[in-house]
């Protein structure tokens, strides 16, 4: 092999005894410049090897002596990569060099990424072989399949994100057109009560509680399933290669089997199960997002049935469920448009009938008058999460309507109670939003009520003993609301910083019957116990007179008075009594 020197090459070099050029044959004064490389070279002819440098025995492992007159595909290159030789080839005769990213063997077996460039290597003119040079590019590799896996999944528990599991359900719905045999479903999974847990013990716990999900999930699925997580708590399955929908209902069951365990989080055991739709693919969905859709839909409507639920979608389900989202969508554009109201409804000593305070209720305005599902119309506003923002503006109100009345009627000391709901009692701002409400406005804590429901409390007693014991460090009161419709222990009274327990309505509706034992039994407990007992829902003469004579303190219900306007409230509370 000869090298041409450059006739510019610096004189003062040239001339200087002992110099470089002087000391070096063309010949080793090539090799030296080969050996001084980073960059790994081979020199082949007829795929055999004629030279290696010391950067190619550096990265490869392989001497000289190994590889001299070796067939170099046949050791370095793997079988799945055979068919290269024949691309290098038309490039060199196409374009006179050769360069892509590929993989070679080292010695020690391991695979390494490398970006290969080919040369002739010409001597008088005539092609005499090959020059190969090697540059590892393993770290850009794994940076680059890092970013792409990071690009791909969800940071939190690893599944596949929604751009992934996109594009996973794309390749199957086009394999089933391709392949009637092999059809594909989408579960749709909703966690139930991690709002809760959340709320109750922070986003760290609901993080951890996610990534379990996902280890639990995994577990759950086939090798050739796909589990995503699509944002916040809800999470999707490709349920692939299937033969029918008993195939999803399999998947799905084990998923809930898998999701019925309690998880530990932070010292704590919680609970969340998992509501599932499911959506086989049709004809109709030709694109990944309206098979979601159905299977959203379905999910829907097991939160609906009250969660842990398994449900399949269906055409009649499509219609119930776009008149509930139409009905959410009116729910909305009534709090957009504010179209609701606060009305009083008063409570009653049932011995002498003297005006104990009201009840604040959150009444619902439609074509202009109050629409006729008001509790349809709540739910939804809780479920939705729309309740928090609604409570917060019912507190503000009724300690605003608290200091109207205390000007007004300066010797009064009637109490407001507010209905707390699940959410806002769960929700980790509830007793910082308390004490900034009572500063704001300056009304006497003990003059406002708050009442939770017994099932609210029931979901989670150790955090509710907690969130009540804080709330009473605000002097508020604090009352049981529809208590005994699921009959708490006697217990759970005890436990509870509470003043007031309100029965649940179906108490007073059993008064005049065979249960009224249960409803004496719970007012004696109260009056044993040291709280007032308010009777719910008194519509009749008969009730009113039945409670009274059980020692029942405290009443309300349309016998005694309906919810009144603002106006009219304050008339009532001047008044003092009942007009009946």
């Known amino acids: 092999m000869s090298l041409n020197l450059s006739e510019n090459a610096d004189a003062e070099q040239r001339e200087e005894p002992g110099g470089l050029l002087d000391e070096l044959s063309g010949e080793s004064l090539a090799e030296s410049v080969l050996s001084s490389l980073a960059e790994a070279v081979a020199i082949v002819r007829a795929d055999h090897v004629q ?46 060099s050769a360069a892509l990213e590929t993989v070679r063997i080292r ?23 090959i020059v190969l040079s090697y540059r590892d590019i393993g770290e850009r590799k794994r940076v680059e399949a890092r970013l792409q896996h990071d690009a791909m999944h969800d940071p939190l528990t690893g599944l596949a994100n929604r751009a992934l599991f996109l594009d996973r359900l794309t390749q199957a719905l086009a394999r089933r057109t391709r392949w009637r045999e092999q059809n594909c479903g989408v579960l749709f999974l909703d966690l139930d009560g991690f709002k809760q847990i959340n709320d109750m013990l922070g986003h760290a716990a609901g ?11 995994s577990r759950a699925l086939r090798p050739q399933d796909t589990a995503a997580r699509l944002g916040g708590d809800e999470f999707a399955v490709l349920v692939d290669h299937m033969e029918s929908a008993a195939a999803l209902e399999t998947v799905a ?17 919680v609970h969340a199960g998992v509501s599932i739709g499911a959506a086989m693919a049709g004809t109709e969905h030709i694109a990944p997002e309206l098979l979601i859709r159905d299977a959203d839909m379905a999910m829907y409507r097991a939160k609906q049935k009250g969660g842990g639920q398994f449900e399949i979608f269906d055409k009649r389900l499509e219609v119930q469920v776009t008149s509930q989202e139409e009905r959410n ?39 202009g008058g109050l629409a006729e599902d008001q509790q349809g119309l709540a739910a939804m506003a809780e479920e939705t999460g729309l309740s928090i923002s609604l409570g917060r503006e ?35 701002e509830l007793v910082a939003q308390i004490r900034r409400v009572l500063a704001a406005t300056g009304v006497e804590p003990g003059r406002l009520l708050f009442e939770i429901s017994e099932g609210t409390l029931n979901e989670n007693s150790e955090a509710a003993l907690t969130i009540l014991t804080q709330m009473a460090g605000c002097d508020v009161r604090l009352a049981v609301d529809e208590f005994g419709s699921r009959l708490a222990p006697v217990n759970f009274l005890m436990r509870l910083p509470i003043e007031v327990v309100k029965l649940d309505r179906s108490l007073t509706m059993a008064a005049t019957s065979r249960q009224r034992a249960v ?27 039945l409670l009274r004579g059980l020692g029942c303190e405290l009443g309300q219900g349309t016998l005694l008075g309906i919810a009144l306007e603002q106006a009219r409230a304050q008339e009532l509370a001047a008044v003092g009594r009942w007009g009946i």
């Open 51 to 96: 030279y290696i440098n010391p950067a190619f025995t550096r990265l490869f492992g392989y001497s000289i002596e190994e590889l001299g007159g070796e067939f170099l595909s046949e050791i370095m290159i793997p079988d799945t990569l055979r068919q290269e030789k024949a691309r290098v080839e038309a490039s060199l005769e196409r374009h006179g």
């Open 107 to 129: 010695k020690s077996g391991e695979p390494l990424d490398v970006a290969l460039m080919a040369t002739p290597l010409m001597v008088d003119g005539k092609r005499q072989g």
């Open 207 to 217: 993080d951890l509680v996610l990534t379990a999900v996902a280890d639990r999930l």
């Open 253 to 269: 069951g084990r998923v809930q089997q898998e999701m019925e365990q309690p998880y530990e989080v932070l010292g704590r055991f």
């Open 329 to 367: 969508r009116e729910l909305r554009e009534l709090i957009e448009k504010r179209q609701f109201e606060f009305r009083y409804q008063p409570i009653f000593r049932l011995e002498g009938g003297k005006l104990e305070g009201f009840e604040s209720l959150l009444c619902w305005q439609k074509d």
């Open 394 to 428: 019912t507190l503000e109100n009724a300690c605003r309507q608290l200091r109207v009345w205390s000007e007004a009627l300066p010797k009064s000391d009637l109490t407001l109670t507010v209905n707390v709901t699940g959410r806002q009692f769960y929700h980790h």
């Open 519 to 545: 409803l004496q039994s719970l007012i004696q407990l109260g009056r044993g116990l040291g709280v007032q007992m308010v009777a719910q829902g008194i519509e009749n003469a008969e009730q009113l007179k």
